[in-house]
């Protein structure tokens, strides 16, 4: 439907706030030019015909046309925690997530936040509108600020290099292939791996420190038959490398660092 300019006008909030966080087209984020093109397009007014020309006239003007859905606001205005917080963690994580009133809790959380949010498993039973999901992206994208300090541009968050550390681990493999289902509302929520308390709490039936290639969590995740995640599911293997790791990780006693 966005070959239809009342659509696009409609949806512009979206559309802008996902592709400022590289989450729309699926295929690939846009070019450079191409954001600056849609940008520029969006901060001009969104203008059907060219600027200075005579657009076709109305047969059947309506005397009282709907105004046009506002310009968004700039991010440096809008991309704040109190501003998220507002809309986002308050009217929908938080009766939940007690935590999520505190900043550095939710920067802490944001990559298993978003990759929870991307698969409408949280809000439990209420995914979040387009909008809203696009503001809580493109916050993510922008590095979580905390309050507005002038105009940032956009990031993406560089991932952290895989290595034997709780923080890598937790990013590379627990909040991109485990925690959509892994966590205190998912369908595996027997198992909860969304955070280092709630790990540390299984690692008598997780982790065998003796044999740490042996431990039942290795097991699942390079099971030929049925390995963790599912196959057919829309989660990548973990590969051999990140198997590796954990692995080396469980030897060092599962370090909080």
Known sequence: NYGVYEDVKANINAIVGMVRANVMPKDGPLTNAQKTLLFSWVNAGMPLNPIGSTPNPNPNPSPN???PPPIPVPPQDRLT???LTQKVFK???INC?????DYETVKTKINSIVNMVRQDSMPLGSPLSDDLKALLFEWAAAGTPQDATGPTPPRVPQPLPLAPTY????ENIFAKKCVACHNPSGRASFLDLSSYVSI?????RLFDFRRPERSEIIEEITDNDEPMPPTGSSFERVTKAEVQVLI???RNGIPNN
Request: with cysteine; hydrophobic share 30%.
């Open 65 to 67: 046309p709907p105004a």
């Open 81 to 83: 925690f109190d501003n």
């Open 91 to 93: 009217p929908h994580c």
């Open 97 to 101: 997530h007690s935590s999520f009133n």
């Open 167 to 170: 923080k890598s681990l937790a």
């Open 200 to 204: 540390s709490q299984a690692r008598s």
């Open 248 to 250: 080396q990780w469980i």
